[in-house]
Each structure stands twice: as structure tokens, then as C-alpha cells.
């Protein structure tokens, strides 16, 4: 696992883990923030609440005074809220994501967030912008079959019925989407390491993690 460029001598741990939907961030960043001791946060979560707030107004999240107000509107309960592993709200999330000013707003909470006691932080900017100089980045990546597949079986675990052919499109959507943006774009930290869990499960990819983190710790 790399160094960030900057992370001043005593700072508090933070592990950055990005990349596109369903490669496997959520299930690594909390099992290694369980196994740390450390905070965990969804920053994707932060983006689908907010889209949430806006569909619930009736505007289109697309919107960027509408997103702008909704993010700035953002409550700790809204996090807590039913609907927001949908696919309506993944779309929604990706749609204010896009949004310059949704981003800013949402800055600070997110490093805060990390520097009190350190954190695992996971998303698609936290090694570019939120943390630069993490002392841990991880690019997860998975082909888009697979990945489209895990979140169909997440989505049926959870009772939402909807095609698996849908929910590739709307994943390599999203992921176009979030790759495309003008600012803080999904993509890789030049400092970051790259796991593609294609054909890892949870357990292989819990350990290679740990191992890049013993390998950064000596
Ligand atoms: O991780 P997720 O699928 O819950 O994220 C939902 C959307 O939020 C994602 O498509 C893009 C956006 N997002 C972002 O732009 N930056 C982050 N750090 C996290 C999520």
C-alpha cells in the first residue's frame, strides 16, 4: 500500500478505499475498520441522502440550486432514512454528485469526520480530494458483469425485485457518470494501490487488504 504524499507525523490513520459501484468498498472499508478500531464512513451515503432530499421536493437532482439546497440542508437523521440503497436514489446520488457546489458542502463534514480519531473513508474522491495525504489508499475495481451482479443480489436480498440487465445498465451509467465529472472525478490517486476483486471474494480481498497494510507499516 502506498504513502500519501503528505500525512504530517502523528496524524491520525486514515485508509482511503474508492472506486466504481458495488466493487466491494463498503464490505472491505468496514471489515477493516472493525478489525482497526477505527471509524468507518459511507461517503456514498452523504450523495444519496442528498439526492433523496431532492426527488422528495419534486426537482430534478440534476438540478444545481436544487442539489446545492438539499446538501446544504443535509441532516444527521437524513443518513438514517429507508430508500437510500435504491437504485432511484443511486441515480440521484450520482446526479448532485456531479453538482461543484454539493461537493463543497459536503467537504468539510467528510474531513472532520476523519480527523478526530482517524477513519476508513470509502466513496470516489478520497484519495484525490478529501484525503490526500492519507497514509493508506485502495483502488478497488471489479469487471462491470460482476459487480452488476453483486448488486442485483444485494438488491433481491433486500426484497427490491429488478432485472439483472437493468442493473448493469444503471451501474455502468453511474459509473460513466461519476468517471466524467468535471470536478473531483472518480478515478485512482497516482499514490493509490489497485485490487480488482473480479474473482476475490470478501474474505481474499479482507486479506490482501491487511496484507498492503503490513507492507506500509513494515
Ligand atoms: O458509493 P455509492 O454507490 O453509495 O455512491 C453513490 C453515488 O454517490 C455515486 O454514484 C457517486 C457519488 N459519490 C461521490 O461522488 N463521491 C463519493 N465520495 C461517494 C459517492
Redesign the pocket.
Known sequence: MSAGPAAPEGAPLIIAIDGP?AAG?GTLARRLAAHLGLPYL????L??ATGRLVLDTGADPRDPAAAEAAALALAPADLDRPGLRTPEA?LA??AV?AVPAVRAALLAFQRNFGRQRGAVL?????GTV?FPDAQVKLFITASPEARARRRWLELQAAGTAVDLAQVEAETRQ?DAQ?AARAV?P?KPAPDAVLLDTTALDAEAVFAAALAQLRARQG
Do not use: F, Q
Open positions: 459501484a468498498k459511507d461517503t456514498g451515503l450523495y444519496r443511486a446520488a450520482s454528485a470509502d466513496g470516489r474522491d478520497i478529501v453511474r461519476d473531483a472518480m
